[in-house]
């Protein structure tokens, strides 16, 4: 029997803010899709390290959505929260917002969700906590989950 204590979604949410500088940027001083990927995986894999208590290593990315570009200038947050969890799989929603100080506006810019693995000293997958959703929304976005990893255990059968 498992000893591992549920934890909820609200205890590993992870927030990060950056500025986004010229070196970060394209030639039109638009934020690179790639560095912004990078800040997402960070973000992502940190929610699940303080989870889980393990290292992690990134296994799926779905439904990355770049709806609006991030200017130069801009400051980005980036915010991951778990929305379900398996035995040594976890996956987070992450969301990103870009604010102009100077006008005090703020967008959403990207949404993404990812699946982590935590591993143990030998890279082998690890058990996890399982996740305990508090509000309704927690506990809807789970039982989508639930259904979408069975359905992805059978047709990895
Ligand atoms: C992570 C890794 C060790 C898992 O190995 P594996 O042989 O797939 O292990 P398993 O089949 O036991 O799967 C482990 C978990 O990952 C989940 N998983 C594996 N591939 C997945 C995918 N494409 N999408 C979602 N979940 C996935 C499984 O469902 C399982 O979850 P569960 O334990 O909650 O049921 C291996 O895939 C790996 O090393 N991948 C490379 C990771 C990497 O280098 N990432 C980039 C840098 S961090």
New binding site residues.
Partial sequence: MSTLHARSPQESITILTELVLPAQANLLGNLLGGQLMHFM?IAG?LTCRRHSGYE?????V?KLEFKHPIKVGEVITITSKLIW???????VKIDVSAEDTKVHVCKLTNTAYM???A?DSN???V??PPLAPQTDEEKALFEREQKR?LE??KS?K
């Fill in positions: 995986d894999a992690v290593a990134t296994v799926a779905d969890v398996g035995n040594t799989s976890m996956k699946t982590f693995v591993l890279c082998k997958p058990k996890v990893y992805f255990k990895r």
